[in-house]
């Protein structure tokens, strides 16, 4: 049985046959040199903001599509089974970083800025942690203080998606006191921004063509009006606010990686044989596949209520925790048994199971750890 998610729409299906097509034959040959270079090429962004792939769910006054959150899915969907070395990227430029900018932004920043995000020619980045604070968002010691006729802002930031593309990035700063309240999100843009500097592009186990970087503002200066949401010390709320598509964009990517490993393992266990006859007749290999199968389409089934709800802004923080720790548990640990069932096959570089298995660790700690979700979820019991 194939299974339709029920927010797919036959405009949708015309997208996404367009996309795939454009994703294995324009994309998908690079995908070896980005990670080799620890980057995706920017000729990939612009190729992706021309098929309409970045900012589908922005509306058309500002560079988008004009279209639902299901486009959004749809994009991270496809990305994930034909070129996932280009999922964490959009991902954040366009599901998360766009929709700041959009919720928050004035008239004049969306016009501004989003278009540019829309055509691939800005990156953009959102930069949280510090090489002292991660899950404590609470900590954060970068400073943008009024001087003049600018914000001037001091700290380091780590682990940034994104960040040696960026051309801009939504940087969380205190800006009062201490505490959730004395923080706010200020949009740098990196062009000419003496006090800005990019440090190491970081050395990583996965997800090798995604850059992470090191952020260093020593000085560096954004006139007031690129303060997001008009009133200092409005950061956090905005942050909260926006986690449940963050959350949510992750377990459909995690939905989509599981869905891939059982049809790349399925496909490999038929047609590899030892004593005698293909190994997916092993009692051990069939029932392995059934039981990922389960749990991929168990996992689809609740994603998919899910995206519902987001589109019809209901999706709460809870939920949206919920889809991501559990989605990329079983992530990993699909990919691991897939691997195993590969035999050492699954440990080379030339099979994708290699990969999607390294790739899969980071989905539990990124985007809040599974940790804190499980306490974002404990709290409301
Ligand atoms: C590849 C990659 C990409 C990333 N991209 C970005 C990005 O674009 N922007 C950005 O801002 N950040 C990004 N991050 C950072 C990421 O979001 C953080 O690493 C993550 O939130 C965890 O923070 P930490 O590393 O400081 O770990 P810590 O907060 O130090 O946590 C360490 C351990 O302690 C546990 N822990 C912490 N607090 C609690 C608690 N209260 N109860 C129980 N356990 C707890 C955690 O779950 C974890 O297991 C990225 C990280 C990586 C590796």
Redesign the pocket.
């Known amino acids: 049985m194939t299974y339709r998610s029920s927010w797919m729409t036959e405009e949708l299906d015309v997208f996404r046959d367009q996309f795939r097509r454009f994703l294995a034959r324009d994309l998908a040959p690079h995908a070896d040199k980005w990670r080799q270079q620890k980057l995706v090429d920017r000729s990939a962004w612009r190729a992706l903001g021309e098929m309409g792939a970045l900012l589908p769910s922005v509306p058309e006054a500002y560079g988008g599509l004009g279209a639902s959150f299901a486009y959004d899915a749809a994009v991270i969907e496809d990305l994930e089974s034909v070129v996932p070395e280009a999922t ?1 990227g959009v991902s ?1 430029h366009s599901g998360i970083v766009a929709h700041y900018i959009l919720n928050y932004g004035s008239e004049e920043q969306k016009l501004r800025w989003l278009p540019k995000m829309a055509s691939g020619e800005f990156v953009g ?5 510090e090489p002292g ?4 968002l609470q900590g954060v010691r970068t400073t943008a203080k009024k001087q003049g006729n600018n914000y001037v802002i001091n700290g380091q ?1 780590t ?4 960040g040696q593309a960026a051309d801009l990035i939504i940087v969380v700063a205190r800006t009062g006191g201490p505490g959730a309240k004395g923080l706010s999100l200020i949009v740098v843009e990196t062009a000419g921004n003496d006090g800005f500097r990019r440090g190491r592009n970081l050395d ?1 186990i996965g ?1 090798q063509a ?1 850059d ?1 970087s090191e952020l260093f503002f020593d000085n560096a200066v954004a006139p007031p009006e690129n303060l997001l949401g008009g009133e200092e010390g409005s950061g956090f709320a905005q942050l909260m606010q926006q986690l449940p598509q963050e959350r949510l964009l992750l377990a459909i990517g995690a939905v989509a990686s599981m869905e891939r490993a059982v049809r790349l393992t399925t496909d490999y266990t038929k047609e590899r044989k030892a004593f005698g006859q293909p190994i997916i007749e092993f009692q051990n290999t069939a029932f392995t596949l059934a039981e990922r199968k389960t749990e991929a389409t168990i996992a689809r089934v609740f994603v998919d209520w899910c995206i519902e709800r987001l589109i019809a802004r209901e999706l709460d923080t809870v939920t949206a925790s919920m889809a991501k720790w559990w989605c990329s548990q079983k992530q990993v640990e699909t990919a691991d048994e897939c691997l195993q069932l590969h035999g050492g096959y699954g440990y080379m570089q030339e099979y994708p199971i290699s990969r999607m298995f390294v790739d899969a660790r ?1 989905q539990k ?8 979700m499980k ?1 974002l979820i404990a709290r409301s019991l």
């Not at 980045?125 to 942690?129: E, L, P, R, V, Y």
């Not at 682990?159 to 994104?162: G, L, Q, S």
């Open positions: 964490t954040v980045a959102i930069a949280m942690t604070t991660g899950s404590d930031k682990f940034i998606t994104n990583k997800l995604s992470t980071i700690i990124y985007g809040g750890t599974n940790e804190i306490l």
